[in-house]
């Protein structure tokens, strides 16, 4: 590990402005993804800015009736939150099948929007990566790729989303709240907060230089079935092959959102319509872009049986 300066913020526009003007920085929270990649130098802060007392640890109501989630909501608290567990079930569900219980005790829900891809490639530094070397190539393309995108993918880079929380987040419809350096705020849809790789895969989320996630928001709740099916190579601390979030109202109308597939947590509006048709037809209209690797074809039909399975279990 390289050696770093540190500071505390004492404001998250403080926070902002500090990481703003000061090349190299980084905030850093619980640190379970940042801390890891700075002792294989794949990031390399020179200056890192302690946001963790900042007071945005707790979860309010909503004047719409939903619920604000501060940034630093450790995940353990927000999956045990009597509120979330109630009307957001598929979102607690979603983070108890994420990582360990020492590691949801210091996770945080900035934090684990802003993970970054375990593409084994990405944590190889004797191999191309754009994402980690942005023009030095793709090692996953033609390499090892069972755990990899089959969907949204580019010629640059194949890597997925590895957050289990966020796919949840994406089929409630949240939304993120930020602040930037200059003071200002904004609130970016769930929707638009990850990108697709195209050609800049380095570049993964919406936000600007220095800009700070302030807070979660989601709507008011929208009752149905809540579900969240993961499927992986082991039982426990895996990511995602496969993750399907659903809420089901009935046999007609309901959202799905997918993980392991894409380098964003994958919702296609036009195959949540398809729901009274079946997994197969869903299917169709969620991967119909897929572009799969040799070695994760088998992806494709993953992901229907698990909607299948999704569905099946929604419908009693």
């Known amino acids: ?11 998250p526009a403080e926070a902002a402005a500090l990481v703003a003007r000061t090349p190299g920085a980084r905030f850093i929270a619980g640190g379970t993804n ?8 794949i990031e390399t802060p020179t200056h890192l800015i302690d946001v963790n007392r900042l007071g945005l640890d707790t979860i309010e109501e909503t004047p719409e009736g939903g619920l604000r989630i501060g940034a630093l909501v450790r995940n353990t608290d927000l999956a045990a939150d009597m509120r979330v567990r109630r009307d957001y079930g598929v979102l607690s569900r979603a983070l108890l099948a994420g990582a360990s219980g020492q590691l949801r005790n210091k996770a945080t829900t900035a934090g684990n929007l802003l993970q970054r ?6 944590y190889d530094t004797a191999q ?3 994402k980690r070397q942005p023009g030095s190539g793709c090692s996953a393309i033609g390499g090892f790729a069972r755990q990899l ?17 966020a796919i949840a987040m994406r089929a409630l419809d949240a939304t993120v709240e930020t602040v930037k350096a200059d003071g200002s ?14 050609d800049t895969p380095h570049i993964e989320t919406a936000l600007e230089e220095g800009e700070f996630i302030t807070a979660v928001t989601l709507p008011k709740p929208v009752g149905g079935k809540q579900i969240y099916r993961k499927v992986r190579d082991r039982a426990s601390y895996a990511f995602a092959l496969i993750s399907v979030a ?5 046999d007609k109308t309901g959202v799905l959102a997918v993980g392991g597939v ?45 909607i299948g399975a999704v569905l099946e279990e929604a419908r009693g």
């Open 1 to 11: 590990m390289r050696a770093f300066t540190y500071e505390r913020a004492t404001s």
């Open 185 to 198: 705020t904004r609130a970016i849809p769930i929707t638009d907060f990850h990108r697709l790789p195209g």
């Open 149 to 165: 995108g089959i969907v949204g993918v580019s010629d640059a880079c194949i890597a997925t989303h590895p957050s289990d929380m």
């Open 246 to 250: 659903a809420i089901i109202k009935d």
């Open 128 to 130: 191309p990566c754009n």
């Open 262 to 306: 894409a380098h964003k947590p994958w919702r296609v509006e036009a195959a949540d319509a398809e729901l009274p048709n079946g997994a197969s037809a869903v299917r169709a209209k969620l991967l119909a872009d897929a572009r799969p690797q040799e070695d994760n074809e088998f992806k494709i039909t993953l992901v229907e049986r698990t």
């Open 117 to 122: 891809t375990r593409c084994p490639y990405f």
């Open 34 to 41: 940042l801390l890891d990649l700075m002792k294989l130098e």
